[in-house]
């Protein structure tokens, strides 16, 4: 047990309960407790295994390699479309968690051995990303802006392109290009 999950614990105030019990199934299959991003989190020798969040209406079980789990009774969510590794399990309450301990252990056991095993989420590389043809007008104007984006990392690449093919508007995703090309050209990401 870490003292700084203790703290966390501590002034937790929707979800102790739930956090609680999840941190004794979790603890239950010898990961070693840390808290990152704010959060307790469980690895298998400094590789993130899952980690314990709280939202509004539920808290969760965050797999990080989620997508490679079996899922066999069918419980893992996916946050969002774009999440790519990660899956989650949402919980309302103590009980749902109890109800469900033998198969949380089953779960947290496999993403062990997934991690044990080497095993990789394949993920999206920035070639897969669609380019908006907004952005690669601009990119074809302006060489400096071009070499400024090949310069970036694939992440912030992939975050650019993303962001900028969100609109369903051509005039917003011209908007959105020209509010960044300064931050594209300063070599900085989308949220740096």
Not at 66 to 91: P, W, Y
Not at 131 to 160: H, I
């Amino acid at each position: 047990m870490n003292p700084k999950v203790d703290a966390f614990l501590a002034k937790e105030k929707k979800w102790q309960e739930e956090f609680k019990k999840l941190r004794q199934i979790i603890l239950d299959c010898r990961l070693t407790e840390e808290l990152k991003w704010g959060q307790p989190c469980y690895s298998l020798d400094g590789a993130n295994v899952v980690l314990m969040h709280g939202f509004k209406e539920y808290c969760a079980l965050l797999f990080m390699k989620g997508a490679l789990l079996k899922d066999s009774k069918g419980i893992l969510i996916r946050q969002t479309e774009n999440v790519q590794s990660g899956r989650q399990i949402r919980f309302t309450n103590a009980q749902e968690i109890g109800k469900l301990e033998k198969t949380l252990k089953s779960y947290i056991n496999e993403a062990i051995q997934i991690e044990k095993a080497g095993l990789k989420v394949e993920l999206k590389k920035t070639a897969d990303y669609e380019v908006p043809e907004e952005f690669q007008g601009r990119l074809d104007a302006l060489p400096p802006l071009k070499a400024a984006f090949d310069a970036l990392t694939p992440g912030r690449q992939r975050a650019y392109l993303f962001y900028f093919s969100q609109p369903k508007q051509s005039k917003t995703r011209e908007s959105r290009i020209e509010k960044f090309i300064p931050r594209i050209l300063d070599g900085m990401g989308l949220d740096d």
